[in-house]
């Protein structure tokens, strides 16, 4: 019997489940073994496209974004990160060896986004504009949520802030789907959406049309 509550993550467990009915996916590498792997296809990363870190929130694991980052430009490998923005440390040296920075921005009121996600969007806000000091190419990832953040003001403030920033290239708009409902109910975490529907493309172009003259930065919907 699996006790949620006991649980370290060892997976132990999964080699004692002849039903299967428990998997411990993913592999524990290096960063040298990772480069390897994204060195196989170099030839095709120098002419559309290149090494991208991901996650979970790649800056938590600096040192190791860091090598990882810096052993692709040695190669000629563009770079890019994917990332909430919420790091409390320095990005001086992270960002000398990162082409491409997506951007989380998901709620521009702070007691908002600390209902949400548990965290003020103070420091994330603080990042975005170094970032944009360095030079640094940016593209800002909005997820959109019914009943959340799928309003004019909230587009409104996008637009606003796409237009202020300018190393920001493109706006990308994410319409929630509940694709990840499943994953959560097996990790025994809270199901904060499920009421929530899939958010088509169209939901979102009337919103689009009303921004589209308050910044001169491109505006896609994933």
Known sequence: MFMRGKCIGCGCCTS????DALLYTGEEMDADKVLDEVFKDILFYRKTGGMTLSGGEPLMQYDFSLKLLKGAKEKGVHTAIETSGYYPGKLYEIAKYTDLW??????????EHIKYTGVSNKLIMENLKYLNATGSEIILRCPIIPGINLTDEHFEKIAELSASVSSVKK????????LGTEKMKSLGREQKYENCEFLSRDAILPYLEKIKDKTDKILEIM
């Open 171 to 178: 706006v990308q708009f994410m319409p929630y789907h509940p």
């Open 102 to 111: 997506l951007y989380d921005v998901k709620i521009f009121d702070e007691s």
């Open 16 to 19: 004692r489940c002849n039903a």
